[in-house]
């Protein structure tokens, strides 16, 4: 069942202003199926097929020149030297949509594109699911949404999340770390994925998850740096505009995926986050992708940040304005109690900060205004 998404509109409008319009994501985030939709007159190639591929390195020209409707070329990075036929051609042409690329692997994918297609591709980040994308007809339950997550395929085929996931983190995130880089544990890099997942929603402590790990920091900051760039973490920085203030400035680290991190913490079913330690951070990392998802379907740079000073005064997301910011607080708890605007008053009070709105994004079901903070429902995440 193919589940219709945000960004078709974004992609259509973009391949009618580029010659090439690349979409990048994480692994199973949706990218070729969505292509394949939007784009059914063009001839699709997947470079993950051995013998497209070796056509690929062999002939590109002829390779390129295929199909006069243009061509969607599925996982591009495996066949990074296409990029300069590719700019070849479109230089040549001055044609709309000549080229749909996707990739997995940022990483290697920037690169290339920096070097030959600047200037002639839009650049689309596809994330999985976003919550109003699948239950936009239903009501679901909170632990049932934190605990199945929104990769597509959970979805599509209604598989059992903690079996899927187990096969995602084998062949799709352990494979593409190995092409990326030289690991030599397996077992050594799927304990580092189990410790940051018990770290979403927190300030990271490299140290600490060295010390966990049994690897050094350098390490660390290696391993996070090729998650962030393969979509499955983000890294949420700082927001300090006065250099004078004693604030923390070290970042947070969010995974993009409840589900993901739902799996590796041993969760298998949802009657078990009820009284998880750790389902507060579950609701704020669902509620963070979320965000981040809002800014890529807009195909938009985030502007998202944290607040918190060595006082512990602390906001969970700054959008910043340039010239002034919004601030938003995350709460489980389905009751909005005072103490839950503890952060946002304080911020109202320095002169540091031009404040435009107030937000809190709770666990209850109703939308409304409370001393001038604009409370906002889970449900309603996707109208914020």
């Known amino acids: 069942m193919y589940i219709s998404r945000i960004l078709e509109k974004e992609i259509l409008d973009l391949s009618a202003k580029y010659p090439v319009v690349t979409i990048t994501g994480p692994r199973q985030s949706g990218k070729t199926t969505l292509c394949q939709k939007i784009f059914p007159e063009k001839k699709y ?23 006069s409707k243009g061509l969607v070329i599925d996982e591009i990075q495996r066949v990074p030297e296409l990029m300069s036929f590719i700019q070849t051609i479109v230089d040549r042409e001055q044609k709309k949509s000549m080229y749909i690329l996707t990739g997995s692997q940022q990483f290697e994918l920037m690169s290339s ?11 689309v980040r596809v994330l999985p699911f976003s919550y109003s994308e699948v239950y936009k007809d239903s009501i679901p339950a909170l632990n049932d949404v934190l605990y199945k997550g929104l990769y597509p395929k959970i979805h599509d085929q209604d598989l059992n999340p903690t079996k899927e996931l187990s096969f995602y983190v084998n062949t799709y995130i352990e494979r593409d770390i190995r092409l990326i880089t030289n690991i030599k544990s397996l077992k050594t890099f799927e304990t580092f994925l189990r410790i940051c997942a018990g770290r979403t929603a927190q300030i990271l402590n490299y140290a600490n998850i060295a010390n966990d790990v049994g690897i050094d920091i350098k390490t660390v900051k290696h391993w996070l740096s090729i998650l962030e760039t393969s979509f499955i973490i983000r890294i949420l920085p700082p927001y300090y505009k006065n250099m004078n203030k004693r604030l923390v400035k070290s970042p947070k680290l969010y995974f993009l995926d409840t589900g993901l991190v739902c799996y590796l913490l041993g969760i298998k079913k949802s009657e078990q986050l009820t009284s998880h330690p750790l389902i507060g951070a579950l609701f704020e990392t669902f509620v963070i992708s979320e965000l981040y998802k809002k800014f890529y379907n807009k195909v938009e740079n985030d502007n998202l940040y944290y607040y918190r000073d060595h006082r512990g005064n602390e906001v969970d997301i700054i959008f910043d304005n340039v010239v002034s910011i919004n601030q938003l607080e995350i709460k489980l708890s389905k009751t909005p109690m005072n103490h839950f605007f503890k952060g946002l008053d304080f911020l109202k009070r320095q002169n540091d900060y ?5 937000f809190l994004i709770y666990g209850g079901d109703e939308s409304y205004k409370r001393n001038n903070v604009q409370l906002v429902s889970w449900r309603d995440i996707h109208l914020f």
């Open 113 to 123: 594109l920096t070097q030959s297609l600047a200037g002639r591709t839009a650049l």
């Open 45 to 67: 190639l997947s470079l993950e097929d051995p013998n497209v591929r070796d056509f690929a390195l062999n002939d590109p020209i002829e390779f390129l020149n295929q199909d």
């Open 354 to 358: 031009k404040i435009d709105k107030s």
